[in-house]
């Protein structure tokens, strides 16, 4: 398995989005040249709020200067103006590790926006410029109606204001490695990489490498959609990927009923376990609310219970917690609806949504007592259209399960109620014992060895 630093083996992260979350202006040219708006400082009750959930880290997104939404950086090295500056910044690491909370930076490393210095600096220059090295350009742009003085650029995903780095050019290696060791030195504990899938994997091993040699604690993980995950891990150096395969089965199996799609990815997923830990997630900036996912609310239950329980690095999004809902929508605005401003407090939220809250706290504090779910040998028991049973044992070795560990998480979409008898070849004393309800809506019978679901009912049993 890939080593990763020992803190993230105790790790829950709590993700936010400043820009949406503070009510920044939309547009950093909304703010008048030469002002700050100093916003970070206004995240620290929201750091008791992640304490209070039983996270022990912070996922911020992008806080560099941009243009627009953040991912379209223009100084790397500055922090976006309508947030704050770098004392802002570092307060705000100062703040989180005062409440022990570590803090995992956003970094936009494939691509950047149309004002960063050394795009401007090309466009001036032209092709022989050593700036034009740090792009993949065409001169002159074939496209233009007048022969074009200014170059054509790749960009990311066909969004022409994303201007794509050339991750074959040392100048760009150079810069990044400063770029991560610059902000570990001001505080920050981690990095995720947004669109690594889209950079050669090959690029990050040097950088990491010194990076880590600088900075051994840091933890690295790349924003990675589709590919091979574990090849990815390996030839890249990184300490881990987004899980975005469990993170569609999740959904989708719940809302169509399709166990099967689900004990796929589960299985899946205790391969990748095998190579390294994955980031895990049922919600984030980008995607469509798992609240607006579902459309039954009882299996609201079963994904968080999938994210707490089996192996990973689990990342709550700011307002799942409370149930937030939210559509993403493919247009200009269309991720409005999942970045949305919040109030000044945690006390100022809807009362509505505390019930969500509590069942995460329960949750959380359920993978808090079991630390060894980070990286647990996972199998799938049973499966059927109406039910899944997985089962969870510590892995070989681990430092922090005693011998009797083990637990089992029982799900179901029936309509009508569910039973389910114990095998004898369970982990831990879940083998021979009665199991004892750590969560959920079953109940136990036969002496503890039958779970009782009631219709869309849930639970995860370990020993008493």
């Given at each position: 398995m890939s080593p990763e630093p020992g803190w993230v083996r105790h790790a829950v992260l709590y993700h936010l989005y400043p820009l949406g979350f503070l009510g920044a202006e939309r547009t950093a040219d909304e703010v008048p040249e030469g002002e700050v708006r100093h916003r970070l400082s206004a995240l620290e009750p929201w750091l008791d709020h992640a304490v209070s959930l039983g996270a022990s880290g912070i996922l911020l997104g992008p806080v560099f200067a941009s243009r627009t939404h953040g991912y379209d950086t223009t100084d790397h090295l500055a922090v976006d103006r309508r947030l704050g500056d770098e004392a802002d910044l570092v307060a705000l690491f100062a703040a989180a590790h005062a409440r022990g909370l570590r803090v995992v930076l956003d970094g936009v490393f494939n691509h950047v926006g149309e004002d960063f210095g050394e795009y401007r600096q090309a466009l001036a220059e032209g092709p022989?410029?050593?700036?034009?090295?740090?792009?993949?350009?065409?001169?002159?742009?074939?496209?233009?109606?007048?022969?074009?003085?200014?170059?054509?650029?790749?960009?990311?995903?066909?969004?022409?204001a994303l201007v794509a780095l050339a991750h074959d050019e040392p100048a760009v290696a150079a810069h990044v490695e400063h770029v991560m060791r610059y902000w570990l030195e001001r505080g920050a504990d981690g990095w995720r990489l947004d669109a690594a899938y889209a950079v050669p994997p090959a690029f990050w091993a040097p950088v990491l490498t010194a990076v880590r040699a600088a900075h051994p604690d840091v933890y690295v993980v790349g924003e990675v959609i589709h590919g091979d995950y574990a090849g990815i891990v390996a030839a890249s150096g990184m300490d881990a990927v987004t899980q975005y395969e469990l993170w569609k089965a999740t959904w989708s199996s719940l809302e169509d009923g399709n166990a099967w799609e689900l004990a796929h990815a589960l299985r899946?997923?205790?391969?990748?376990?095998?190579?390294?830990?994955?980031?895990?997630?049922?919600?984030?900036?980008?995607?469509?609310?798992?609240?607006?996912?579902?459309?039954?609310?009882?299996?609201?239950?079963h994904a968080l219970a999938l994210l707490l329980t089996v192996p990973g690095t689990p990342c709550v999004y700011a307002g799942d917690e409370h149930g937030f809902t939210g559509v993403k929508e493919d247009r200009a605005g269309g991720d409005d609806a999942v970045r949305p401003a919040f109030p000044a407090t945690p006390s100022e939220l809807s009362p509505v949504g505390l019930p969500v809250l509590h069942r995460h706290q329960e949750l959380v504090g359920l993978r808090r007592r079991h630390p060894w779910l980070h990286?647990?040998?996972l199998s799938v028991r049973h499966v059927s259209n109406p039910l899944l049973v997985v089962a969870l044992a510590p892995r070989a070795g681990a430092p922090d399960a005693g011998p009797d560990e083990g637990v089992l998480l029982v799900l179901s979409t029936d309509d009508a109620e569910v039973r389910w008898g114990l095998p004898a070849d369970l982990p831990g004393a879940l083998a021979a014992g009665p199991a004892a309800l750590a969560a959920g809506t079953?109940?136990?019978?036969?002496?503890?060895?039958?779970?009782?679901?009631?219709?869309?009912?849930?639970?995860?049993l370990t020993h008493p």
């Open positions: 022989s410029s050593p700036a034009a090295r740090w792009f993949r350009l065409r001169w002159p742009d074939p496209s233009a109606a007048d022969g074009g003085g200014h170059p054509a650029h790749d960009d990311f995903e066909g969004h022409g899946r997923h205790a391969e990748f376990t095998e190579a390294f830990v994955p980031l895990t997630f049922v919600g984030n900036h980008d995607v469509t609310r798992i609240a607006s996912r579902l459309s039954d609310p009882r299996h609201l239950d990286d647990a040998e079953g109940s136990l019978a036969d002496g503890g060895r039958t779970v009782v679901l009631p219709p869309h009912g849930w639970a995860v």
